[in-house]
C-alpha cells in the first residue's frame, strides 16, 4: 500500500436461494449498506466476492469464499466486511477457524449488523475473546477424543493403524496375510547370527521398521496408550517367552527396550 493511500477492503455478500424465497433477502441490500459502511470507515474497496444460491453449511464449497480466503492470505487486502455472522459460516467452528486465520494473516474482520470488528481497540479484544474460545473448543474435542481412545485401549480395542501382519476387519484388529512372517522375523533375529541390516533387507524393510516390529507389545495380543499397557482382544502371534527374549537381545546390541 503506497503512502497516504487508503486501506483496501474486501466485502464478502452472499444469500441462498431458499432464503431469498422465504425472506426476500437481497444481495444488492447488503451489497449497498456495505459499500457505504466501508467508505465510511475510511476504506477503498478492493473487491466484491459474492455466492449467490449458495448455502451456509459449509465454506469450502462455496467458491467466492474459497477465493476471498485465497487473496486474504495473500495480503491483498486489510478487512473484509460482511453483512452479519450468518452469511459468513453458520457453522460456529469454521467460523471461528476462519477468524483466526485472518487473525495470523493480519486481516481485519467486520461484521456490520453483529458490529463485530477488528478495527479498533475494543474490537481487537473481542478479536482475541473469539479466539480464546476456538482454542477452547479444540482442547475440549482434543481431550474428549483422548478419553475416547483411552477407554478403547481399556477395552482391548487397537486404537491406531493396524501393525504389520495384521488388517482392521470390522473395526477390529485380526490377522492378515503376512501374520505367518511375524513369528518367522522373530525367531530369524534371535536364532541366526544375522545384522539387523541384513534381516530388514531379507524382508523388505527398513532398519527402523524392523525394529519397530520386534519392539511391538500388539504381536502379544496387548494395547497400548498414553503409556498403558491393556489386555487386548485380538489375537496374539508370538509367545511371551520368544518375545521377552529378543528384547533381552536387542538390549544387548544397545538398541535398547523401547516396546509399542
Not at 474435542?141 to 482391548?156: L, N, Y
Not at 491393556?230 to 538390549?251: D, M, P, R, W
Amino acid at each position: 500500500m503506497t503512502p497516504n493511500a487508503k486501506p483496501l477492503a474486501a466485502i464478502y455478500i452472499r444469500v441462498s436461494t431458499e432464503e431469498q424465497a422465504k425472506q426476500g433477502a437481497s444481495l444488492g441490500a447488503q451489497q449497498e449498506a456495505l459499500e457505504n459502511y466501508t467508505k465510511a470507515l475510511g476504506y477503498e474497496l478492493f473487491k466484491l466476492y459474492k455466492d449467490e444460491g449458495k448455502s451456509a453449511k459449509d465454506i469450502k464449497h462455496r467458491p467466492a469464499m474459497t477465493e476471498l480466503l485465497k487473496d486474504a492470505e495473500a495480503k491483498k487486502f486489510q478487512a473484509i466486511f460482511i453483512y452479519k455472522l450468518d452469511r459468513f459460516s453458520r457453522s460456529l467452528m469454521d467460523l471461528l477457524q476462519t477468524i483466526e486465520k485472518l487473525k495470523e494473516w493480519g486481516v481485519d474482520f467486520v461484521s456490520l449488523q453483529d458490529r463485530i470488528e477488528t478495527t479498533s481497540a475494543n474490537g481487537k479484544l473481542m478479536f482475541h475473546i473469539i479466539s480464546a474460545f476456538a482454542e477452547f473448543e479444540r482442547n475440549v474435542t482434543s481431550e474428549r477424543t483422548i478419553f475416547t481412545m483411552a477407554k478403547k485401549a481399556r477395552d482391548g480395542s487397537a486404537i491406531t493403524r493396524a501393525p504389520w501382519g495384521y488388517k482392521f476387519e470390522n473395526k477390529k484388529l485380526v490377522p492378515g496375510e503376512h501374520s505367518y512372517q511375524v513369528q518367522e522375523i522373530f525367531q530369524d533375529f534371535l536364532n541366526q547370527n544375522i545384522s539387523l541390516t541384513k534381516l530388514a533387507k531379507k524382508y523388505g524393510f527398513s532398519v527402523n521398521g524392523l525394529k519397530k516390529i520386534l519392539m511391538n507389545q500388539t504381536y502379544l495380543g496387548k494395547v497400548k496408550f498414553g503409556g498403558q499397557l491393556h489386555q487386548g482382544t485380538h489375537q496374539q502371534l508370538i509367545s511371551s517367552t520368544l518375545f521377552n527374549h529378543v528384547q533381552n537381545k536387542l538390549e544387548s546390541l544397545g538398541i535398547g527396550h523401547k516396546s509399542e
